[in-house]
């Protein structure tokens, strides 16, 4: 009885590892790259097998360590590195995200979208965020 009973206890514990060793962790490269204005932070994403990029994230921070702004790349085989989205974020005088706007990229203009969508953050008297409009 012990030895069906350890058994099943060493199966269950070889499905929960396999279970988790199916779906290998994407592999993430960063490079910190100090600036006169603050730091730049670029995030490179790579697919299961590590050897192909799909995506990047470029976020500039000033000299308080404060994000200002983040751009989203996506990477195309034949066209390289594609803009996706841009936040640009806002500080009130807490020091507290008060808005962030996000701009698509429109394909057909080559540009940022001037339809932006913004994303107004209320905070009660204890600096607590209560809304994000």
């Not at 360590?65 to 990477?75: A, G, S």
């Not at 706007?101 to 009660?124: C, L, P």
Request: hydrophobic share 35%; with cysteine; charged share 25%.
């Amino acid at each position: 009885m012990k030895t069906i009973f350890l058994y099943i206890i060493l199966a269950v514990l070889f499905s929960v590892t396999n279970l988790y060793a199916g779906e290998p962790e994407p592999k993430i490269f960063t490079n910190v790259e100090p600036t006169e204005w603050g730091t730049l932070k670029e995030y490179t994403y790579f697919d299961n097998s590590g050897l192909q990029a799909v995506k990047k994230e470029v976020c500039s921070y000033d000299k308080s360590d404060k994000l200002f702004n983040k751009t989203i790349y996506r990477w195309d085989s034949d066209s390289g590195w594609i803009n996706v989205q841009q936040y640009t974020y806002e500080y009130n005088d807490n020091g507290l995200v008060a808005k962030i706007v996000r701009a698509d990229w429109n394909k057909k203009s080559k540009n940022w979208s001037a339809n932006v969508k913004e994303f107004i953050h209320t905070y009660n008297s204890a600096g607590e965020l209560v809304a994000i409009k």
